[in-house]
């Protein structure tokens, strides 16, 4: 999210982030973070509290006046532990579903060429 200055209106956040300003705090899907100050009187939210509270990386470039805010990152909450179903070819070209092995601990190894 880049935006121009660290007020920025709760409708924008959560347009472009996911989490909406309530009561409670922000929040996205169950998961709610409590939010010092909450909402100002103008509709608006602190980034520099979002970013610290959400463990969202917040930089400035100072040259160009912008603020950029990065993805929720760290942390161990998770906003759900549920996996979409996933079908793909095992190593002889057969379909193998991941919720074959429900109830099993798994890891997912992903790998790019990127």
Do not use: Y
């Not at 990065?70 to 909450?77: K, N, T, V």
């Not at 095992?90 to 429900?102: E, M, V």
Request: aromatic share 4%.
């Amino acid at each position: 999210m880049i935006v121009d200055g660290l007020a920025v209106p709760v409708e924008d956040l959560a347009a472009r982030t996911g989490w909406v300003a309530k009561p409670e705090g922000l929040c996205k899907g169950d998961l709610c973070v409590p939010l010092p100050g909450g909402v100002a009187a103008d509709g608006t939210v602190s980034l520099e509290t979002v970013a610290e509270r959400l463990r969202m990386p917040l930089v400035h470039d100072e040259k160009h006046h912008l603020w950029a805010l990065g993805p929720e990152s760290g942390g161990h909450a998770l906003t759900t532990a549920v996996v979409p179903e996933i079908t793909l070819p095992d190593r002889n070209g057969n379909p193998f579903s991941l919720s074959s092995l429900r109830g099993q601990k798994v890891v997912l190894v992903a790998w790019a060429s990127w």
